[in-house]
């Protein structure tokens, strides 16, 4: 059974740094074709995908924020961790973490966790 | 960067009648890696189609996707009750974006 949870802060100040660790269980990030994504949604919008990283250690941003994001692997823990820095009220919004293997799609998906960044 | 745009982005329609929902992509999505995904609210997105037309596991028949190259097509024969959602379209592999969504809802 696959199964993935993301944690992190629920409020973070404009301008601090926000880490994100998606925990995943069922799955082996060293499995040839297997990438881990980070998606998020504003409240009442649209899905927008922020970063993947692969079973070999490539990575992948979204052209828009790349210059605030790093992914990153632990491949013992079966933890993937996100950071976004200079946080903004407009990256309020729940954040999950999906699970690819090569040509399946996104075929599992977190819970999300809701980000509020407010002073 | 590889814009995918859905339509319509609202669809009002009464249970038991066919639904089609469009994808169109800004370039070639590379080996039709293209996912449909049925979002509730208060739910994280559920995989329905992935590879353009192959159906997820546990999705139910009523559900099929088609097209290739830039347009793609979603297609729910019959609603039923539990089908009112939001959809989105996805491209993964080379490029990884989401459309805006089409919001499916009761006439």
């Known amino acids: 059974q696959v199964t993935l949870k993301e944690s992190g802060p629920a409020l973070v100040k404009p301008t601090q740094t926000l880490t994100l660790t998606c925990t995943f269980s069922?799955?082996?990030?060293?499995?040839?074709?297997?990438?881990v994504y980070w998606i998020r949604q504003p409240p009442g919008k649209a899905l927008e995908w922020l970063a993947r990283?692969?079973?070999?250690?490539?990575?992948f941003y979204n052209a828009s924020l790349k210059t605030r994001l790093t992914i990153s692997k632990d491949t013992s823990e079966n933890q993937v961790v996100l950071t976004m820095t200079n946080m903004d009220p407009v990256d309020t919004g729940t954040y999950y973490c999906?699970?690819?293997?090569?040509?399946?799609?996104?075929?599992?998906w977190g819970q999300g966790t809701l980000v509020t960044v407010s002073s | 960067e590889n814009v995918l745009t859905q339509s319509p982005g609202t669809l009002s329609l009464s249970p038991g009648e066919r639904a089609t929902l469009s994808c169109r992509a800004s370039?070639?999505?590379?080996?039709?890696?293209l996912a449909w995904y049925q979002q509730k609210p208060g739910q994280a997105p559920r995989l329905l189609i992935f590879?353009?037309?192959s159906r997820a596991t546990g999705i139910p028949d009523r559900f099929s996707g088609s097209g290739s190259v830039t347009d793609f097509t979603l297609t729910i024969s019959r609603l039923e009750p539990e089908d009112f959602a939001v959809y989105y379209c996805?491209?993964?592999?080379?490029?990884?974006?989401f459309g805006q969504g089409t919001k499916l809802e009761i006439k």
């Open positions: 999906a699970r690819n293997f090569d040509w399946f799609g996104l075929d599992a």
């Open positions: 590879g353009a037309s």
């Open positions: 996805q491209q993964y592999g080379s490029w990884n974006t």
């Open positions: 069922g799955f082996s990030l060293t499995t040839t074709g297997m990438r």
């Open positions: 370039q070639p999505v590379g080996r039709n890696y």
């Open positions: 990283i692969d079973w070999d250690d490539d990575k």
